[in-house]
T-cell receptor, first 114, second 116 residues
Framework: QQQVKQSPQSLIVQKGGISIINCAYENTAFDYFPWYQQFPGKGPALLIA?????SEKKEGRFTISFNKSAKQFSLHIMDSQPGDSATYFC?????????????FGKGTKLSVIP | NAGVTQTPKFQVLKTGQSMTLQCAQD?????MYWYRQDPGMGLRLIYY???????DKGEVPNGYNVSRLNKREFSLRLESAAPSQTSVYFCASRYSGTGIFQETQYFGPGTRLLVL
């Protein structure tokens, strides 16, 4: 059972446009929602993260929007650049002490064309 | 700091052969993880070690074993490789601290494994 559903699977955006990737979850016990960025041939790296007590987190051109009631969160990349071309994974973690696992979405391959 | 290192980078095995993937981290992290990444499947957790001396199964543990050798090292062993284990394997370690980044997992560069 897929606990974090990510869409779209792939995305093509023109340079300067806005890239939007969406994730949905079922389990209300999740309390931490990171996004990871992976360039070809490299390991994933944390891009930005949010906790459910806030509705938005912004870092530079990257913004997470969080809708607790809808159990959805999304990544917005403003002014998308060719250097943003990568695979993006959303993830979620259960709350509580002793919880060590992240559950990942299946990923979105973003291509930003000049 | 080297961060998370993995060896080897590439490996080709024949069906039935065994091998061990090595992972080490120099960030003094308690928790370590092994994932596999397959096209369209995202990152799936194979095994993890919450702390030195403990290991637990993840989502896809069948066909694998792990050893947490010490705080720095966490190895993944394929006893009898199968073509279905062709994948890219990532090791990660987890920062345990305070604040929004207390859950950050740091990934290694990956091992690309082909089983013929």
């Amino acid at each position: 059972q897929q606990q974090v559903k990510q869409s779209p699977q792939s995305l093509i955006v023109q340079k300067g446009g806005i890239s939007i990737i969406n994730c949905a979850y079922e389990n209300t016990a999740f309390d931490y929602f990171p996004w990871y960025q992976q360039f070809p041939g490299k390991g994933p790296a944390l891009l930005i993260a949010i906790r459910p007590d806030v509705s938005e987190k912004k870092e530079g051109r990257f913004t997470i929007s969080f809708n607790k009631s809808a159990k959805q969160f999304s990544l917005h990349i403003m002014d998308s650049q060719p250097g943003d071309s990568a695979t993006y994974f959303c993830a979620a973690k259960y709350s509580g002490a002793g919880s060590y696992q992240l559950t990942f979405g299946k990923g979105t391959k973003l291509s930003v064309i000049p | 700091n080297a961060g998370v290192t993995q060896t080897p980078k590439f490996q080709v095995l024949k069906t039935g052969q065994s091998m061990t993937l090595q992972c080490a981290q120099d960030m003094n992290h308690n928790s370590m993880y092994w994932y596999r990444q397959d096209p369209g499947m995202g990152l799936r957790l194979i095994y993890y070690s919450a702390s030195e001396g403990t290991t637990d199964k993840g989502e896809v543990p069948n066909g694998y074993n792990v050893s947490r050798l010490n705080k720095r090292e966490f190895s993944l062993r394929l006893e009898s490789a199968a073509p279905s284990q062709t994948s890219v394997y990532f090791c990660a370690s987890r920062y345990s601290g305070t604040g929004i980044f207390q859950e950050t997992q740091y990934f290694g560069p990956g091992t690309r494994l082909l089983v013929l």
